[in-house]
């Protein structure tokens, strides 16, 4: 499965951005999508998960703020990010969980910049 992640750049506070990662592989559909990100000097975290059956969770951090969401059609997630915040600043990576004979087999994205000025 491979991944590519677009749509980061720089954004005023207050401001919102909206990622997009579109995923390889006919099976889509089956797989847990989630955004994860790493901010300067600080561990990888995830930020939201979205299942096959199309629900969400979210860290605390992002809750009402972000908006995660799936087109299987195009094979593509997304995450809409309202009222930034520079706290929000960080490489932003998108993250597949495919399910194979009962074997879990994780995959990354290049991971797209976020960058919130205050």
């Known amino acids: 499965v491979q991944l590519q992640a677009s749509g980061g750049g720089l954004v005023q506070a207050g401001g919102s951005l909206r990622l997009s990662c579109a995923a390889s592989g006919s099976t889509f559909s089956s797989y847990t999508m989630a955004w994860y990100r790493q901010a300067s000097e600080k561990q990888r975290e995830l930020v939201a998960n979205?299942?096959?059956?199309?629900?969400?969770m979210y860290t605390d951090d992002v809750k009402g703020r972000f908006t995660i969401s799936r087109d299987n059609t195009l094979n593509t997630i997304y995450l809409q990010m309202n009222s930034l915040a520079p706290e929000d600043t960080a490489v932003y990576y998108c993250?597949?969980?495919?399910?194979?004979?009962?074997?879990?087999?994780?995959?990354w994205g290049q991971g797209t910049l976020v960058t919130v000025s205050s």
């Open positions: 993250f597949a969980r495919v399910v194979k004979n009962a074997v879990e087999y994780d995959y």
């Open positions: 979205i299942l096959r059956d199309g629900s969400a």
